[in-house]
């Protein structure tokens, strides 16, 4: 494995799935409901750590807890586990997972609040991913 950091990865640095990955899995009504199902169980998962990672309450840190948890786990005896959607999206467990801990490690060192992305549903099946700055704009 290379120790450099090529233009395409540093563009993406941040992210725990590439777009292209994204809009594949969402795309159409090809999907039947079950997946689209699945999918929102990991959308879900992903903003409340974006959510609750960096959590001060005790209710924050409770839905934190179980949600790093859940996403730890290597179990794949049910659909609903993290590995199981992982494995029905052609996605990478470990890669998604370090994704996550580097969101985590970005809030702690700079101190602030990192702004997570918001998936939005557009029209049904369609959807946004978009950080701040991409909301800064559409209010600009």
Do not use: K
Request: hydrophobic share 45%; glycine share 8%; net charge negative.
């Amino acid at each position: 494995m290379a120790d450099h950091v090529s233009d395409f990865d540093a563009a993406f640095e941040n992210e725990a799935v590439l777009p292209v990955q994204y809009d594949d899995i969402v795309r159409g009504d090809a999907r039947p409901p079950e997946h689209r199902l699945l999918f929102a169980v990991l959308e879900d998962a992903v903003r409340c750590w974006q959510l609750y990672a960096s959590a001060t309450s005790p209710v924050g840190q409770e839905i934190f807890g179980e949600t790093a948890a859940w996403f730890a786990s290597d179990d794949d005896a049910s659909p609903f586990t993290f590995v199981a959607i992982c494995h029905l999206f052609a996605l990478d467990p470990a890669y998604i997972r370090q994704g996550l801990r580097r969101f985590s490690e970005r809030q702690r060192v700079t101190g602030t609040r990192v702004v997570p992305f918001r998936v939005r549903r557009v029209g049904g099946t369609r959807h946004m991913v978009g950080g701040q700055a991409q909301r800064m704009r559409a209010l600009g």
